[in-house]
């Protein structure tokens, strides 16, 4: 059973930063794309960043240059390092696995349950 788990959420000022972390168990952690996602209330979910199996990293245009994302294989980890923080990036951020390794449009097959980002201005 595959189980993604996420952490590192928390409240923080704007300009403030946030690493957020997703331990997976159950998953082929070395050959899938994963990513983070969000959603912020009354809005669509968005990908926020893509990673795939070599560390190509893909990013959504609002967050580029302040959002690195990562992923440590022999922790079976993917991080979130969010820095720069505005309002707007407050949201429920989960992380997304896909059995794919394919990143060019990731299509997840898991999902963790989410945890809360809140930036205060």
């Known amino acids: 059973q595959v189980q993604l788990v996420e952490s590192g959420g928390g409240s923080v000022q704007a300009g403030g930063s946030l690493r957020l972390s997703c331990v997976a168990s159950?998953?082929?952690?070395?050959?899938?794309?994963m990513g983070w996602f969000r959603q912020a209330p009354r809005k669509a979910r968005e990908a926020v960043a893509t990673?795939?199996?070599?560390?190509?990293?893909r990013y959504g245009g609002s967050v580029k240059g302040r959002f690195t994302i990562s992923r440590d294989h022999a922790k079976n980890t993917l991080y979130l390092q969010m820095d720069s923080l505005t309002p707007e990036d407050s949201a429920m951020y989960y992380c997304?696995?896909?059995?794919?390794?394919?990143?060019?449009?990731?299509?997840?097959?898991?999902w963790g349950r989410g945890t809360r980002v809140t930036v205060s201005s």
């Open positions: 159950g998953y082929s952690f070395n050959t899938g794309c």
């Open positions: 997304a696995a896909d059995s794919s390794a394919d990143c060019s449009i990731i299509r997840p097959d898991y």
């Open positions: 990673i795939d199996i070599y560390g190509d990293q």
